[in-house]
């Protein structure tokens, strides 16, 4: 049996892989097949992540991510969780592939993802021109005229916020009315910057090797036409990636993992949840590796606290005892 799983392998789960492996807890991490390194593996330029001054691709932040969290003995396995058990004294991870693990405690690392318009040229041109992370991609966007897809709060937070780079957002929005609050909405409006297309959905998107245009369609009429664009940010929201969790662990009225204030304890002990999984507001890749930082810290402290209940549960004793 293991001291503890990690499942996920973006910023949280390998910040917190790090942790656990220098306290001597030997973490096996589970990374997706086709998925490992989370939604950085998307991201072309990442410059906003601290030490990095000339900045770093998404992919190879990941990649040291891995190699540190290795250097220190976690043990990584790229398959799929399909069930989990996390009730009880020994919580049980099943695989696609590599069996079933048991372990004292679990890390839930799995992240969010950004829900996308489902065109054919998405996956094609993401990262050249597509973005889902004005925060993370605007920079590279100045004096382009660009465009944000959808009507709530993270819409208009986007749409303004790329008005520092751009030289012209539209917002395009299905309905004739936003559903952002009003101090967002008003915010937007009184932007020079921003101009509304509504009752409008992208129905295509054009460029070879990066977005040229995108292609409209009216939802009153179904007419459609053409607009010129150097880039489209899709902000029609996320999902945390909690299907694996229902009916175990409580959730927040956002659909994230609810946490014990700024802790990582959930409702069940030995379980704890970091990253974009138990935050709807920032989902950042340094606030994703510092929430990885305390979900370790936690079970290190849960495993101690194991030990001191020896007499308790002698099997959970022997796992912990080498690593306390």
């Known amino acids: 049996m293991r001291n503890v799983i990690i499942i996920g392998s973006g910023p949280a789960g390998y910040t917190a892989a790090i942790y656990a492996a220098r306290a001597n807890l030997n973490p096996l991490l589970l990374a997706s097949s086709v998925e490992a390194g989370g939604e950085l593996m998307n991201t072309t330029e990442v410059e906003n992540y601290p030490g990095f001054p000339e900045g770093i691709q998404g992919p190879e932040l990941m990649t040291k991510f891995q190699e540190q969290a290795e250097r220190f003995g976690t043990e990584v396995i790229l398959d799929d969780?399909?069930?989990?058990?996390?009730?009880?004294?020994?919580?049980?991870?099943?695989?696609?592939?590599?069996?079933?693990?048991?372990?004292?405690?679990?890390?839930?690392?799995?992240?969010?993802?950004?829900?996308?318009?489902?065109?054919?040229?998405?996956?094609?041109?993401?990262?050249?021109?597509?973005?889902?992370?004005?925060?993370?991609?605007?920079?590279?966007?100045?004096?382009?005229?660009?465009?944000?897809?959808?009507?709530?709060?993270?819409?208009?937070?986007?749409?303004?916020?790329?008005?520092?780079?751009?030289?012209?957002?539209?917002?395009?929005?299905?309905?004739?009315?936003?559903?952002?609050?009003?101090?967002?909405?008003?915010?937007?409006?009184?932007?020079?910057?921003?101009?509304?297309?509504?009752?409008?959905?992208?129905?295509?998107?054009?460029?070879?090797?990066?977005?040229?245009?995108?292609?409209?369609?009216?939802?009153?009429?179904?007419?459609?036409?053409?607009?010129?664009?150097?880039?489209?940010?899709?902000?029609?929201?996320?999902?945390?990636?909690?299907?694996?969790?229902?009916?175990?662990?409580?959730?927040?009225?956002?659909?994230?993992?609810?946490?014990?204030?700024?802790?990582?304890?959930?409702?069940?002990?030995?379980?704890?949840?970091a990253g974009d999984v138990i935050d709807p507001t920032y989902r950042q890749a340094v606030t994703a590796a510092a929430s990885g930082t305390v979900a370790a810290l936690d079970a290190e402290h849960f495993l101690a606290s194991l030990e001191q209940e020896a007499h308790q549960n002698p099997e959970i004793a022997a796992a912990v005892a080498a690593s306390v």
């Open 81 to 273: 969780v399909t069930e989990v058990s996390l009730e009880g004294d020994v919580k049980t991870v099943k695989t696609g592939y590599s069996g079933d693990f048991e372990a004292a405690s679990v890390i839930v690392a799995t992240g969010s993802a950004y829900r996308k318009l489902g065109l054919a040229d998405e996956e094609r041109l993401s990262g050249r021109g597509i973005s889902w992370c004005a925060t993370c991609d605007g920079f590279f966007f100045k004096q382009k005229t660009i465009a944000v897809v959808g009507g709530g709060d993270s819409a208009m937070e986007e749409a303004t916020f790329l008005t520092r780079f751009a030289s012209k957002v539209y917002v395009i929005h299905r309905k004739d009315s936003l559903r952002a609050s009003k101090i967002m909405q008003d915010r937007a409006f009184a932007n020079d910057k921003i101009e509304f297309i509504w009752n409008s959905q992208v129905v295509g998107i054009s460029g070879e090797n990066a977005v040229d245009g995108v292609t409209l369609k009216s939802t009153v009429d179904g007419s459609e036409s053409h607009l010129e664009l150097g880039g489209l940010f899709v902000a029609i929201g996320n999902d945390p990636r909690t299907h694996l969790f229902h009916g175990q662990l409580e959730l927040t009225a956002d659909g994230t993992i609810a946490v014990d204030g700024r802790s990582s304890r959930t409702n069940l002990p030995g379980v704890f949840a």
